[in-house]
């Protein structure tokens, strides 16, 4: 195949959001490796929800900071195992916001997240869901 080159025409800059579930780790694993193969780099990120009367104190916050801490180790250790450059972020808000903010923040070039095994998600429509519709990058759901 003329002028087409193996491995150089995916994205160069991956943004998956993990919340901790099987499903999203599943999407943090596919994500480093597809960065591995592409030559790119990765974010992750982590929104902590608040609560709606954004009264974030106490033991909400520190559950949350733990989570995050819990969370980055394990990406950083990922990160380093397999020689993906990339980073661990943590945001405080609405999931869905935080993560369209990331990317635009990191120029992303695509998405990837865990799909959703909540019930309520088929009801109300789950975050990957919102982004599949909205978003302007490539979506990628791992189940």
Do not use: C, N
């Not at 999407?27 to 591995?36: C, I, K, N, S, T």
């Amino acid at each position: 195949m003329a002028g087409f080159e193996v491995g150089t025409d995916g994205p160069d800059r991956i943004l998956v959001a993990i919340d901790g579930s099987d499903t999203s780790l599943r999407a943090a694993a596919y994500a480093v490796g597809l960065a591995r193969r592409q030559g790119a780099s990765v974010r992750v990120v982590y929104v902590s929800t608040m609560p709606a009367s954004a009264a974030w104190v106490g033991a909400e916050a520190d559950q949350s900071q733990e989570i995050a801490g819990e969370l980055g180790g394990l990406v950083t250790d990922g990160l380093a195992r397999t020689g993906v450059p990339g980073s661990f972020v943590h945001r405080r808000g609405d999931p869905y916001t935080e993560i369209v903010r990331v990317a635009d923040e990191m120029r992303a070039e695509a998405i990837v997240v865990g799909a959703s095994t909540r019930a309520s998600h088929l009801v109300v429509g789950s975050i990957a869901g919102r982004l599949v519709k909205h978003a302007k990058w490539p979506v990628i759901v791992v189940p």
